[in-house]
């Protein structure tokens, strides 16, 4: 009987082993399956259900002049973001927690003690009873929307509910208990917080709810543009502050100070309203280059002309997290692109050397003259292919103080955010006359050989206590003027008669050519927007306004930059280009991506014989210019100069001073330049030194002795000598009663 129970439990023992060594080799069998035969497939499985992506920014495209001097870069700059990833397991899975708040709480106080600011919208007072702050209609709107209030809502209950549905303040339910820890609501321990720090964390949790942040939208900006000590202490406080990470970033940096400031624009953040209806549906078919809320967009100038171009291509990156929620691998899925480098066809050099001719011109005018100007402008085109040189508008600002100094720029003497150059209007005054010239003998009206007597007085239109008159002070006596000597001397009766007999459409024609009361092609938009010639349809208009018309006075509004293109077109001899800022787009390394092709716009029929006797003319007037601002020895250096003056006149006491000219090297079209002086007078002595600047910067293996201290330095002093020319034109205002011509003009 002992015998058989012990076989009988050594047949169970072996049975019991035999199943262990069956289960062990299974077991086994299944391990290796996963672990190598399948192993590759439950890792890719694992990973495919905790997969994120994640944007990664991309650098705005650089500005540089033509010779690659950088005008506008990115310096590295720090932000400060809650990334919902890298936060406490716990606070990850509900952002109404205890836990997100105190972490906002111990970030804001950090941040009160470095004296660093941080991002708050939240359009609402700080301290309570709460109420809407003023001017945040676009604002109030979203955080109602957000926080899904009706339209009528206080800011009392969208405060009430950001406390409430964050878990900011503690609340008692019905069975008086905490409405967030479920525990009794007297004897709880959940964080409550004071007045002032509950507004405090109401912004940043309303800003991360206008931000969606979330799992799906994983990085919200708590503050940019941080300082270095700043990002030191938070790395040091890692471990403290979990979800709290610094990112280094790109921050637009204007490398010149106020050179070229009317031209370069900047960037701001989206405006409140703008996303929804400007921005958001952009570039639909690129979603890396799709806006955001808190995108920053060019404003103004080249920066938002060239948006498309200078915009980056975001890149993205794949995170990885195993079921605990940790970060197991982080890979780039596709890397971010740079924005275009915009090379424009600005030349650095000449511009920051005119700028302080310009400016010590201005300068030495108010100081001898009883006039006080405060504002001009100065534009220089390549000849060649109507590229902008340069382009001035004074008084200048700086850019690098612009956004911080905005209040006090926009309020200075002068209007310095007013783009002179390019869109300022002024009437043209005689600068008018080489249109009308051409015009009459491309017409047929004159010939080389015409001649009009003026003795000072110009009956045509005569009134008993008025006569359009000429003030010219080379002929005073009277003399027979061709259309040469007439450009010379700036004879108004001369232009009177031409005006008179053409009309003013057959003239206007001829100015459109020219360029004048229409678009030049310039990039910036709204340039030329509202630039005009004088019409006959115009109000009150008279056949007397004909010969004010001539003479660049009446209605016409034109700005300088269509003078210069006027003079361009001259010195291409009836071919208009389009004045254009852009040179090329380059890659980030150099490389062209794509150049710009110079385009001619309109070429006005001109004679070799019409051309000579206008240009004779002109040329005659700048040869006359005395010391120490005589055009005569650039000779030397392959120059011959074509200018023509005028005196716009403002109102019956006032008067506005200009010139244009254009400048052959070697019997080649090289510059032109238009200059406007407002209640100035005798600008034709800038012209010299115009000339010499740009001989500088366009070939500067002429000046090897020259440091570029000496390059920024105006080579002369204004002299105080006439010119010989006077500063008078007419008004061009007309008398609605008689239909007669109220006021004279010469220059």
Known sequence: MIISEAKTHRARTAVLIGLCVVMCIAASIRVFEYQIVDGAGYLKQAKSGTTTEIEVSAARGKIVDRNGVVLVDNAASYNVAFDFLAME?????????????????????????????????????????????????????????????????????????????????????????????????????????????????????????????SAYNTRYTFAKDVSASTVALLRELSDELPGVTVTETSERVYLNGDVASNLLGNVTKIYDGEYETKYKDLFADNPGKQYKMDDVVGRGGIESAFEEQLRGTRGTMTVTQNAQGDIIEVQESSAPVAGQTVQLTLDYYLQKDLQTIFANYIDWYNSTSEEHSTNGAMVVLDAKTGGVLSSISYPYYDMETYLTDYKAVESAEGSPLNNLALSGLFRPGSTFKPIVATAGLEEGYITPDTTVYCNGDYYTYYAPDWTPNCVGTRHKGGANL?????????????????????????????????????????????????????????????????????????????????????????????????????????????????????????????????????????????????????????????????????????????????????????????FAVSVLVYDGSTTQRLLRDIILAYDRATYPENYPEQSEEQTEESTSEPSAESSGESSAESSADSSAQTGEVTENAQD
Request: aromatic fraction near 10%; proline fraction near 4%.
């Open 482 to 670: 061709d259309a040469s000597t007439a450009l010379f001397d700036s004879c108004n009766t001369f232009f009177y008669d031409l005006g008179r007999r053409m009309g003013v459409d057959l003239f206007n024609k001829y100015a459109e050519g020219f360029g004048l009361g229409v678009e030049t092609g310039i990039e910036i938009s709204n340039a030329e927007a509202s630039s005009r010639l004088s019409h006959k349809e115009d109000p009150n208009w008279q056949e007397g306004n004909n010969i004010q018309a001539a003479i660049g006075q009446m209605n016409t509004q034109v700005t300088p930059l269509q003078m210069a293109v006027e003079a361009m077109t001259l010195a291409n001899h009836g071919k208009r280009y389009a004045a254009h800022l852009l040179g090329a787009f380059l890659d980030e390394s150099g490389n062209v991506i794509e150049e710009h092709t110079p385009s001619v716009l309109s070429e006005i029929p001109m004679s070799e014989s019409t051309y000579n006797e206008v240009s004779d003319g002109m040329n005659r007037l700048a040869e006359s210019f005395p010391a120490p601002y005589q055009i005569t020895d650039l000779e030397a250096l392959g120059y011959k100069v074509y200018a023509k003056t005028g005196t716009p006149q403002v109102t019956s006491t006032r008067t506005h001073h200009c010139f244009i000219a254009y400048v052959e090297r070697y019997g080649e079209p090289e």
């Open 89 to 213: 397991k716990e606070s990850r899975l509900t952002l109404d927690d205890e836990a997100t708040n105190k972490l906002i709480y111990t970030l804001i106080r950090l941040f009160e003690d470095l004296s660093e600011t941080w991002e708050d919208k939240l359009p609402v007072s700080a301290d309570a009873p709460y109420e809407f702050l003023p001017d945040s209609d676009t604002e109030i709107a979203r955080l109602k929307s957000k926080v899904g209030v009706n339209e009528y809502a206080t800011a009392q209950n969208c405060m009430e509910w950001l406390f409430r549905e964050t878990g900011i303040k503690k609340y008692r339910d019905e069975q008086g208990n905490c409405t967030h820890c479920g525990e009794p609501y007297d004897s709880c321990t959940y964080q409550d917080y004071s007045e002032e720090y509950a507004r405090k964390i109401a912004g940043v949790r309303y800003m991360m709810l206008s931000a969606d942040f």
